[in-house]
């Protein structure tokens, strides 16, 4: 069963606008944490905000927040202000609590590639 | 400057001939993990270490090997590398823990004719 879903493989945005990226996820574990990654076209994957399952406030970064709805099992990544340079591929990922066997990894989803149209 | 390093950054090479991406990190971090990058599939772990001489299978570890000797290097080892491992591959590392993010290395962009 697919841990982390991400429904929207692509999106177009006018600069300067925001932007809801979306991510829903499944796990029977009490604690556990959300996490999203930006990947330019260079390649690298540049970590952006995290949030705890156990966190009653949504994380906030710069321009990026996560909106954090536990009881929907959903982790939306919002951008405000939309730069050209925020087009890249922006992934949700997954670090479940339980230390059974493998339980640290990250578990990704596949991806929303965000295109910023000037 | 706390960072993951991996060598090489690029690689063109042909079925058999073995090799090893090397990865390094400063940041004194206990756990370290593999992943590969595929169109598609999203990233996939391979292996992880939780620390030093402690390995597991990720959910794609056939063809490929690991060994955790040092807490900083954590080199992935393709005995007989096949054209179905041609992939981006990214090491990563954190403190064990659910809330730490994993730090990812630059990636390493794998070619098997």
């Known amino acids: 069963a697919q841990k982390i879903t991400q429904t929207q493989p692509g999106m177009f945005v006018q600069e300067k606008e925001a932007v809801t990226l979306d991510c829903t996820y499944d796990?029977?574990?009490?604690?556990?944490?959300l996490f999203w990654y930006k990947q330019p076209s260079s390649g690298e994957m540049i970590f952006l905000i995290y949030q705890g399952s156990y966190d009653e406030q949504n994380a906030t970064e710069g321009r990026y927040s996560l909106n954090f709805q536990k009881a929907r099992k959903s982790a939306n990544l919002v951008i405000s202000a939309s730069q050209l340079g925020d087009s890249a591929m922006y992934f949700c990922a997954m670090r479940e609590g339980t230390f059974k066997r493998g339980a640290q990894k990250l578990v990704f989803g596949q991806g929303t590639r965000l295109t910023i149209n000037p | 400057e706390a960072q993951v390093t991996q060598n090489p950054r690029y690689l063109i090479t042909v079925t058999g001939k073995k090799l090893t991406v090397t990865c390094s990190q400063n940041?004194?971090?206990?756990?370290m993990s593999w992943y590969r990058q595929d169109p598609g599939l999203g990233l996939r772990q391979i292996y992880y270490?939780?620390?030093?001489?402690?390995?597991d299978k990720g959910d794609v570890p056939e063809g490929y090997k690991v060994s955790r000797k040092e807490k900083r290097n954590f080199p992935l080892i393709l005995e007989s590398p096949s054209p179905n491992q041609t992939s981006l591959y990214f090491c990563?590392?954190?403190?064990?823990?659910?809330?730490?993010?994993?730090?990812f290395g630059p990636g390493t962009r794998l070619t098997v004719l």
């Open positions: 940041m004194n971090h206990e756990y």
């Open positions: 796990t029977s574990d009490q604690s556990y944490g």
């Open positions: 270490s939780m620390n030093v001489e402690v390995t």
């Open positions: 990563a590392s954190s403190f064990t823990g659910t809330y730490n993010e994993q730090f």
